[in-house]
């Protein structure tokens, strides 16, 4: 019997052990949290386009990439010199009525937070999401020319309600 054999059941009880805690931190705890978040003035609901608009924006893996939040203690960090460079921070009762919340923990694009006053016309955006290289050289992005004129104007229907 090989030494690894003999401490299978530890092997075994430590990635249940582990795959647990992963469970819980990365899906249960934030869901509970994210259900006592209460509607407030500010809370953003959307229109049928801007909610298709949502649905591309979640299966094209836009969210892999690009949160919709503004952290505290942002500033001197990238492109962001001061707190309020990029808008005020994120508040939990804008998205009260999202589901699911698009929040997300890794960034590697920009955040997409405030991102309509930041790039606030449809030709520019339209033109970004066609060909993302052609305004960012040496981007990551890649492009959305293959999706429909209706599916670009949804998504920037979308991108809209990220003032």
């Known amino acids: 019997m090989l030494k690894f054999e003999k401490h299978l059941g ?3 009880f430590g990635f249940i052990l582990f795959f647990s805690f992963a469970v819980v931190t990365t899906y249960i705890i934030p869901e509970v949290s ?9 809370t953003v609901h959307y229109t049928p386009q801007q909610a298709q608009g949502r649905q591309i924006y979640m299966s094209e893996g836009c969210n892999w990439c690009h949160t919709q939040e503004v952290r505290t203690g942002e ?3 990238g492109t962001v010199f001061r707190r309020g460079d990029i808008g005020e921070v994120t508040l939990p009762s804008w998205y009260a009525a999202q589901n699911p919340l698009l929040i997300e923990q890794h960034r590697r694009g920009p955040d997409l937070s405030h991102v309509w006053t930041r790039w606030p016309s449809v030709t520019w955006q339209k033109t970004h999401l ?3 290289e052609q305004l960012n050289p040496g981007t990551w992005m ?12 949804n998504l920037i229907a979308y991108l809209q309600t990220l003032k």
């Open 10 to 12: 530890h092997l075994l």
């Open 34 to 42: 994210a259900q006592g978040i209460k509607e407030t003035a500010e």
């Open 75 to 77: 500033e001197n960090s």
């Open 130 to 132: 066609e060909n993302p």
């Open 142 to 153: 890649p492009p959305f020319s293959y999706l429909s004129d209706n599916d670009l104007n």
